[in-house]
């Protein structure tokens, strides 16, 4: 048995010499010309800005690949958990627990020191720009001293000089000593992770297991500087306390600056083979942790896309519940996933259930943070200068330009793809901003102008008020300007441009406003999300190897919320210790509060409030939350309401909780919300419905409820036209104590949903329904080929050589179906036969839809079409009889909804359960079409029905019901089904009653008696096949004993002649050899006449022997009809249960020819056209000659390095296809 590039092989034959194997699977790749998409992705911290900008260094780091960091530790893949990774994680997990018993010696030997050693008088970055109004709670709070916030992320450089505490600071205020620390540790039997200073009480890699969390400049590679950029800017974001500028001449100060830190890694580098761990099971036990020495604030910037609190593994589960019972609060990011599709489109008003929300942050118990972009930042300016006159605008730059140079520039049309940009070079390009915020959409743009040598992009925003949107990475500085600023500079391309690192406060236009990429709301449970915003857009804070950069995400809202809570656990523990809370009490009066004092962001533009499933409660607020007298919440105790399913007028009761006892008159006003809907497909914008009157309420005592009555019936008819699967009714509930200036004191969100949203449709419709009109992900086609479905991936990865090509590019045939195989004639008998087959057969199977038929173009190309009978019904027809040709269904799902319990059963004409089958646990809906997240379907193998009932045995022939069942993951969801009809048939087609072949034209008739009782055919042809020998035969050597004296490389190659819709066949007298040495004589005593039908059933027989029963014809030249061996077909005893009756357009008459039916609905070609030597396309089901050349020189490498010779190769046939 030999390994060969993966693949096990059983030959019949003799094997070859190790060093011949390894250049034969080199060859075997060129040989086969197919591809296949694998099915692997990846998760990402949230980080979206993709440059990195290192002040002290001038170095800009690319962050990209930083997508895939964290969940490419493996938190699931994307494909639903099956046996195998089930097994992994079990693995991981005992792997897990070890932890707590090795001891890990290698600790940093060299050790920061904790406190300040300059004294700085410069400003600080809050003390100038505070959007969020920190600087008085943290006055409150002694800037965090006393607390210990644990920051789980990518990695650390621990030598940042911002990483200190202050220098006067009295220790004794201190939560943790190194002694008391340590006596902690023995007492929880942690003995890992390593003290650094009073600052960095703890450190630990929980991948690598190991005290080092990042290696200092000189050691990292690039990747490994993502990851340490990654975290060390979180964790400057939450308690850095710089005592050094920044390039914009500030000190950077986080939330919490004397805050004590426990910094845990749960990423190793990207790419590092040597990962064994899953990183849910990693970070669970960073939280455990974390919990059990003692944080009180925990900050993760990490997660799994659009993830379900089924898909979370029970160890952070546990993790989670053992933070919420310690009063430990768990702050997460939402993700920047924008909606359902991502990059690719608006999802559509038909699915509502369009939101992103990822995992850890999904779970009510984790305050979940969103990104918004704050009202005033700190701006470089650029300097405009034209005849001497100068004047200065504001610029948002992923990274600086020269600061010495002066810079010319040039307006570049976007849209205009034939524009040259020769012109380009060394100047600054100016673009109008593109109407999508797509990042697929705008990183074209960017590659090209790089690539034209540009100094640097300028992009010109198109409204004169709109979101910011994330940056993508290029190694050019890329800015964002104003419309007023840029269309003046438009005016006059002759000036130039200077940037002199000069920076100021500014109004930021796109200011109080929501960044679109940030992942929406809700959960897969239905649950309100995200639970509250904070500034996450171009964040300056601290980079590794001491240095100082802006980057943008809810990764950096996430810390900024973390820190602001660890200051409020120190102000109300002390406000509010007459109330004797505990812990757990504490933390959920802190989130309440925290969200009741947020402010409700609203959109100028679309004169509506930002929806709660895009922004939660609204935009933290700091100070209004340490001064709050009274906070919001539901009946359920939460400062959200989720209403769930809702008629056109309903009712909720609002409790207003009184903190200080006293009597207090507020005012309150409803905002009513939905969603607007442009073109089908929901705009991902806010629709105000109405805004109440201004009404008064008196709190007295504890509490006061406040019932809501909401009527939305006067739009009832007009949105569900709109959205016909229903739709949000959400919104605010707003408070003022000013009844003259309406000022927003606090608020609380509310979501109900008209319509049932637990049971929205799950499951994509399939594609028979959709290949008209199109689905999300596919589009229809045009309408002369309008039900054309080819399929694109293949069987066998280790058979194609293009397969890491496809592997790479955009995921295809993202739709619903059912799958099965095609497979080449002689190839499915070597199947059938238990023919063992490797690589080196020149005829593969691959995937097809179920009731597509190929037709073949002009070209040669072959083309699949979907096919239907007279009732619109597509034929969807298998025959399990082992030749792999139409044997089996393969399920193909594009989820719109996270589902759970996904199973498949059959049902017999009776409704009796014949075969069922489980799947996965859980799968993610298939919001992306990214390579690096989801693709547009999965294809669930576990599912394939090979024809046979539970016994294992084949079921009779007839008409089944292949039931796809699933459901969805939200509160209270009922089962769902998709249905197909599909029927199973191993009857053989009738052959033809004879033919007419002349051998001067090469032009076969082939004539068929009317059959009644037998499925359609779907083709007939004429069979040819030879073989060709490259090479010489390799010997054994003494070293290689499983090597013979009889091996040699043969290629069996088969060339199929096609009939027309006449019956017609057209048989050259020469055909080319593979490897382009010659012709090949077509010997016609070796052509098989063979009939396929519509479920893949094969019949043969020998055309000699065929033409044995031609009546009498003296005008046909005849071949010599003496006795030969007939080909035997297989017996076929069954008959079709259900009776078939097709459409007139489809029935069978004298040329039973499958063309018939294909052109129902299909494009017809005319025969006229076809050429003679019909074989079977290079791009599907047989491979190119050039491949096989190049595979052939390989061999021949393998002989001439050394390798024995045979005088004379021996020919023999030989059928190899790895399985």
């Known amino acids: 048995m030999i390994k060969n590039g993966g693949c096990v092989v059983k030959n019949n034959h003799k094997r070859y010499k190790m060093l011949g194997v390894s250049l034969v699977a080199v060859s075997a790749l060129l040989i086969n010309g197919n591809n296949v998409v694998a099915d692997e992705t990846t998760d990402m911290p949230y980080i979206e800005k993709n440059s990195i900008k290192d002040d002290s260094s001038n170095q800009t ?128 039997e942690i003995d890992y992770g390593q003290w650094i200073n009073d600052k960095i009480i703890f450190v630990y890699d929980y991948i690598n297991d190991t005290n080092i969390v990042g290696r200092t400049a000189l050691e990292m590679t690039e990747d490994e500087s993502i990851l340490i950029n990654h975290g060390t800017h979180v964790t400057g974001i939450v308690s850095a306390n710089s005592q050094t500028t920044a390039e914009n001449n500030l000190l950077v100060t986080g939330i919490a600056p004397n805050a004590q830190l426990m910094l845990m890694r749960v990423s ?63 702050i997460a990011g939402v993700g920047n996933d924008g909606a359902f599709g991502m990059d690719y489109s608006n999802p559509l008003a038909s699915n509502p259930d369009f939101g992103m929300i990822s995992s850890p942050a999904i779970s009510e118990d984790i305050l979940t943070v969103t990104n918004y972009d704050s009202e005033k930042s700190i701006s470089q300016m650029v300097t405009v200068e034209k005849a001497g006159q100068k004047q200065e605008f504001p610029i948002i730059l992923s990274k600086s330009f020269d600061a010495n140079q002066v810079y010319g520039f040039a307006f570049v049309d976007v849209p205009d793809d034939k524009q040259e940009f020769d012109n380009l070079a060394g100047k600054i ?63 006059d391309t002759s000036a130039t441009l200077s940037f002199n690192h000069i920076f100021k406060l500014v109004t930021n236009n796109g200011g109080l406003r929501m960044v679109p990429q940030s992942s929406w709301g809700l959960n897969a449970e239905g649950h309100i999300k995200p639970d509250i915003a904070a500034p996450g857009f171009e964040i300056l804070s601290t980079l590794s190897d001491n240095s100082f950069g802006n980057l943008s995400g809810s990764s950096m809202s996430t810390p900024h919320v973390a820190g602001i809570v660890s200051l409020l656990q120190s102000h109300f523990a002390n406000k509010y210790a007459h109330l004797n809370l505990s812990p757990a009490e504490l933390t959920v009066l802190i989130k309440n509060v925290l969200m009741s004092s947020a402010t409700a962001l609203y959109s100028p533009e679309d004169k509506a409030y930002y929806s709660p499933r895009q922004q939660g409660a609204g935009a933290v607020n700091a100070e209004k939350a340490a001064n709050a007298n009274y906070y919001l919440t539901g009946e359920d105790g939460h400062a959200k309401i989720n209403l769930k399913n809702v008629d056109d007028k309903f009712t909720f009761t609002v409790r207003i909780h009184n903190l200080d006892g006293k009597n207090h008159n507020l005012y309150y006003q409803t905002n009513l919300l939905t969603d607007q809907v442009i073109n089908g497909k929901f705009a991902l914008k806010p629709r105000s419905l109405y805004n109440s009157e201004w009404k008064a309420v008196t709190l007295v005592g504890d509490y006061t409820d406040l019932e809501i009555t909401i009527d939305s019936s006067q739009f009832s008819q007009e949105l569900t036209n709109q959205m016909k699967n229903g739709y949000f009714l959400d919104g605010f509930v707003r408070f003022s104590n000013n009844q003259n200036s309406k000022e927003e004191i606090m608020s609380i969100p509310f979501l109900g949903f008209k319509g049932d949203f637990a049971n929205l449709p799950a499951l994509e419709k399939s594609i028979y329904e959709s290949i008209q009109s199109g689905s999300f992900y596919h589009k229809a086609n045009n309408p002369e080929n309008k039900f054309q479905l080819n399929y694109t991936d293949y069987l066998d990865e280790y058979n194609l050589s293009e397969y890491q090509t496809i592997k790479n590019k955009e995921s295809k045939n993202n739709y619903t179906a059912l799958l099965t195989e095609a497979t080449p004639w002689f190839l499915s008998q070597d199947f059938k036969n238990g023919v063992e087959l490797s690589s080196f057969a020149q005829e593969i199977n ?111 022939d007839g008409l089944y019901t292949y039931r796809l069942l699933y459901t969805p993951v939200a509160d209270d969801a009922l089962e769902q089904h998709m249905d197909f009809s599909v029927i199973v048939s191993n009857k053989l087609p009738e052959l033809p009653s004879f033919g007419n072949y002349n051998v001067d034209s090469g032009q076969l008739i082939l004539e068929y008696k009317p059959s009644v009782d037998s499925l359609p055919i779907y083709r007939s042809f004429v069979a040819f096949a030879y073989e060709e020998g490259i090479g010489e035969a390799i010997e054994a050597t003494d070293t290689d004993t499983r090597v013979s004296d009889e091996d040699e490389l043969i290629f069996k190659i088969s060339k199929y002649f096609y009939a027309d819709e006449n019956g017609m066949v057209i048989i050259p007298k020469e055909i080319p050899s593979e490897d382009g040495s010659g012709m090949i004589t077509v010997d016609v005593n070796k052509l098989i006449v063979v009939v396929e039908d519509i479920a893949g059933n094969f019949n043969s027989i020998k055309l000699s022997e065929l033409l044995k029963h031609n009546p009498s014809d003296s005008n046909a030249k005849r071949i010599d009809q003496s006795p030969k061996q007939e080909l035997k077909p297989s017996e076929q005893d069954n008959q079709l249960s259900p009776t078939y009756k097709e459409d007139k357009k489809q029935s069978i008459s004298s040329k039973p020819i499958f063309s018939n039916v294909l052109d129902y609905r299909t494009r017809e070609t005319s025969a006229s056209k076809y050429k003679r030597d019909r074989v079977l396309p290079q791009t599907a089901d047989s491979k190119g000659s050039v491949q096989m050349t190049l595979g052939a020189l390989f061999i021949a490498m393998g002989q001439w390095m050394g390798l024995k010779k045979k005088k004379k190769p021996r020919l023999k046939r030989v059928n190899l296809k790895c399985q």
Request: no cysteine; charged share 30%.
């Open 846 to 956: 691959k995937y097809i839809v179920l009731g597509t038929f190929a037709k073949q173009n002009d070209d040669k190309d072959e083309s699949y079409n979907l096919v239907f009978d007279k009732n619109e019904k597509p034929y969807l027809v298998i025959s399990p009889n082992g030749d792999q040709n139409r044997d089996k269904i393969i399920p193909q799902a594009t989820f719109l909804r996270n589902v759970k319990d996904v199973k498949a059963i059959v049902l017999d004409a009776k409704g009796k359960v014949v075969w069922e089958q489980v799947a996965g646990t859980h799968y993610r809906k298939n919001y992306s079409l990214s390579k690096k997240e989801t693709e547009g379907k999965y294809r669930i193998e576990q599912l394939v029905w090979e024809g046979k009932d539970n016994q294992n045995e084949t079921v009779e």
């Open 268 to 330: 190793t580098a990207i790419g590092d083979s040597k990962k064994t761990k899953d990183s849910s099971e990693v970070y669970a036990k960073a939280i455990k942790d974390a919990v059990s020495l003692g944080a009180k604030t925990i900050t993760m910037s990490f997660g799994k896309t659009a993830d379900s609190w089924i898909g979370l593994s029970p160890k952070v589960m546990e993790a989670i519940q053992l933070a919420k019972e310690n009063g430990v609060a768990l």
């Open 61 to 188: 780091v690319t962050i990209d690949t930083l997508d895939t960091s964290l969940a490419k530790e493996n938190i699931i893949t994307d494909k639903a958990v099956d046996e195998e990774v089930i097994q992994e994680m079990e693995e991981v997990s005992q792997n897990s627990e070890k932890v707590t018993t090795e001891k890990k010696t290698e600790n940093y030997t060299k050790l920061p020191p904790a406190y300040k050693n300059i004294e700085n008088t410069s400003a600080t970055l809050l003390s100038v720009n505070d959007p969020s109004k920190v600087t008085h709670l943290q006055h409150l709070a002694n800037k965090g001293l006393g607390n210990v916030i644990a920051v789980i992320d990518s990695g650390f450089d621990i030598e940042h000089s911002a990483f200190k505490l202050d220098k006067d600071i009295d220790k004794n205020k201190l939560y943790y000593s190194e002694a008391t620390f340590r006596k902690l540790k023995q007492d929880k």
């Open 429 to 491: 390009a100016l673009v109008q901003r593109p109407n999508s915020i797509r990042l697929d959409d705008l990183k074209p743009i960017l590659e090209k102008l790089e690539g034209a040598n540009a100094s640097g992009v300028i992009i010109v925003n198109n409204q004169e008020y709109q979101s910011n949107i994330l940056i993508p990475y290029t190694k050019i500085p890329v800015g964002f300007m104003g419309k007023i600023d840029g269309e003046n500079l438009l005016k």
